[in-house]
């Protein structure tokens, strides 16, 4: 890393810009967070991708430059200062503190250490104090359905106190990588056309073709399954237990109950969550919407009358949780129904990661 | 109506068979409807089909024969015994009455006449007796939604005692009627083969093309909506409020807490829910499985380590409320998680209707 400074030795030394690797920059989340840098504040120096073998020696334009893309490989950190890992889980787990002993901070966008007791995990417009509690020198952001979740929560909470929550999410392709949405596209493409496909028992299972590396288990075109994630304990998915134990930790509600169930519907890109929230103080429905509108990285659109509801078609390539079908509970005094859309590949994935990043950046320019 | 007779005056006299109209036999439930009954017990004597404006003077097969299709006219119900109607709300409240007044029993498959006080809501593997209490010569079947969820809650509600309900309702294409599944599968067409739709916002609204009669407000290919039906007051759904109300009705239980969300998704039939139930004795889970198994078209299918889950892709064209994902609440003792999945068209509207007209020509017959 260059440091740019001025010709005179009295000028005040421009701050370093810090370095950032991206690790996974050719995945779903990954294109979208490398687009996304252009958008952003210009706080970055070097930009260094990596990825698996599919993405290896490839080039990626990054903030106007075409930069090659690497392997993983033993001192490939030196010189990073944050190290943003947007890879499957078991990368993360070897990557990560590998990144950390080379000196950087690791922020980790899958799933390896979001529970981890010393990891903080940060939505910078709920817990942003949090990014600098990073004692094994690892910041992890949220699931996207999580995330989606908790923006639109925390003020509510702040002001009535949350008792209870009953969510179905309903995950798009997106949300399982590349290989979800060139699924769903493929299976798209063969049913298309076909004037019954959906029609008898079955009959979606012989429209698509298998292929090795199907994502799903069953069509996801004109369909959609009760199922997202592994399998855990009792019949809950690693989604649904996720959700749960990250909306606690981030809120800090260790005891929240919280009942969840994840579908994964033919959307490409965008989680829709319906949400039945109890309070501990009554929510009055006209405050609920201001409080909403004023909380940061979210939208109220809701106006049913007028066709007024987010849909995945509409918030996808926007930043915000958008929150609409805003409405009492009709027999329980303390309860709030609402409807909650987001783009899991922004919020949801890359742009936190890199609002993460950027809050770090800043720890950097004040110290 | 000729009476089929013995040449023996001593042979005993063959029942007469009852005349069977139905109305809307175009539309998406009639036409599966009339199919049904080929599948059915071989009761009926003359079946008569009535349609709208673009149904009339088509010809349907119907039990093996071709049928042609008639308009609704002062003096078309003379001679039926039962009527069907899956049709429009209105072409009901106008037209059943009229069948009545003919001397027919009417069965309405619209939501026209369910919350009438003096006309009971029917789910024959429920509440079979109720059918006779047709005060004003009509019986109603529930909306789609409310059967996949009563036939599936019935018995544990009868062996633990139900207390509430939180329930999403993801309903297909085809609950919003042939023009509802022409919509779906055209945007289908419209979309597929694009390589990016689905990533910008609003891209997917420039992809499909608008018609007058679209009976969706936002692309439903590659998206979903959180709506259906109309608008009503503080911000439900007509669809929401009937399965409520539907729901209480049928299992007698005017003032249970009920909180419903409906979406719309790109499924052409097959409706799925998740449910979150309460109830007031703890609902051990080897003993929900046991009920369900051994309740009338209930069917459990519920293996997720093996991939094991209804799908509407599975289930549509069969006649069960297919369950998976059966879980205890985590932090409800009395709680439990179920995913059911109907086909709307068949139980969910055309079979219910066949089966109350069924029960009716059954008591013809031991009378
Ligand atoms: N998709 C979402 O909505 C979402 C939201 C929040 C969090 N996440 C998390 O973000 C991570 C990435 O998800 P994704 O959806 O973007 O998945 P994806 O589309 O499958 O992309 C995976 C990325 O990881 C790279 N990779 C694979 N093996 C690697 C290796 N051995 N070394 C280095 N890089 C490797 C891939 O490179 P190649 O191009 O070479 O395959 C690709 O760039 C996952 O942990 C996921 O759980 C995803
Ligand atoms: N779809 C479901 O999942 C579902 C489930 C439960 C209940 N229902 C209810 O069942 C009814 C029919 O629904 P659908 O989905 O089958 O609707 P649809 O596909 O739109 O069919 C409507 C039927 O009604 C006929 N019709 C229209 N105007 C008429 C008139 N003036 N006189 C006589 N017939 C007329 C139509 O005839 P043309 O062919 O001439 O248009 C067509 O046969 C609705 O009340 C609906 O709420 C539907």
């Known amino acids: 890393m260059t440091v740019p400074g001025g010709e005179r030795a009295s000028a005040k030394p421009q701050p370093v810009r810090p370095t950032l690797a991206v690790v996974g920059a050719t995945g779903a989340v ?7 840098l252009a958008t952003r504040a210009d706080v970055w120096g070097e ?14 334009q990054v903030l106007g430059r075409s930069e090659p893309v690497r392997a993983l490989e033993p001192g490939c950190f030196e010189g990073v200062d944050i190290a943003l890992f947007e ?12 990144a950390v002993a080379a000196g950087a ?8 250490f979001r529970l981890h007791p010393d990891v903080p995990l940060v939505v910078p417009e709920i817990n942003p104090s949090a990014a600098r509690m990073r004692r094994i020198g690892i910041i992890a952001a949220p699931r996207c359905a999580t995330l989606v979740l908790t923006v639109a929560l925390a003020a509510l909470h702040a002001e009535f106190g949350l008792s209870q929550l009953v969510v179905t999410a309903a995950l798009a392709a997106s949300g ?20 019954t496909v959906g029609t008898r028992t079955g009959d979606l299972r012989r429209a698509v073709s298998e292929q090795e590396d199907d994502p799903f288990e069953a069509p996801l075109a004109y369909n959609l399954l009760p199922w ?29 109950p919280i009942s969840a169930t994840c579908l994964r519907v033919p959307v490409v890109s965008g989680h829709s969550l319906t949400v039945h929230a109890v309070f501990e103080r009554e929510p009055d429905v006209h405050r609920v919407r201001e409080i909403l509108d004023s909380s940061a ?28 079908r805003v409405r009492r509970s009709l027999d329980e005094p303390h309860g709030l129904e609402l409807f909650l859309c987001g783009d899991n590949l922004r919020k949801g994935a890359a742009l936190n990661c890199v609002q ?12």
Chains 1, 2 share one sequence.
């Not at 890879?87 to 590998?98: F, G, I, K, R």
């Not at 901070?105 to 390896?112: P, W």
């Not at 304990?233 to 749960?244: A, M, N, P, Q, T």
Request: aromatic share 4%; no cysteine; proline share 7%.
């Open 30 to 36: 990954g294109r979208v967070l490398v687009d996304l």
């Open 47 to 60: 930009v260094r991708l990596f990825a698996g073998p599919e993405g290896i020696g490839t080039e990626v």
């Open 87 to 98: 890879a499957p889980e078991d990368v993360v787990e070897e990557w990560a503190p590998l």
């Open 105 to 112: 901070v690791a922020v980790d966008g899958s799933s390896a």
């Open 176 to 195: 399982r990588g590349r290989i979800g949405v060139d699924t769903l596209r493929r299976q798209t493409a063969e049913v298309a056309g076909d004037p």
């Open 228 to 256: 997202a994630g592994d399998t855990t304990e009792d019949g809950w998915s690693s989604e649904e237990l996720g959700l749960r134990n990250e909306t606690r930790k981030i809120l800090g509600l260790p005891e929240l």
């Open 297 to 324: 990285g979210v939208i109220v659109y809701d106006d049913p009358e007028k066709g007024e509801y987010p849909t995945p078609a509409d918030v996808v390539g926007s930043d915000p949780t958008w929150v609409g």
């Open 356 to 367: 993460i990043a950027e809050l770090v950046a800043a720890e950097g320019q004040a110290g």
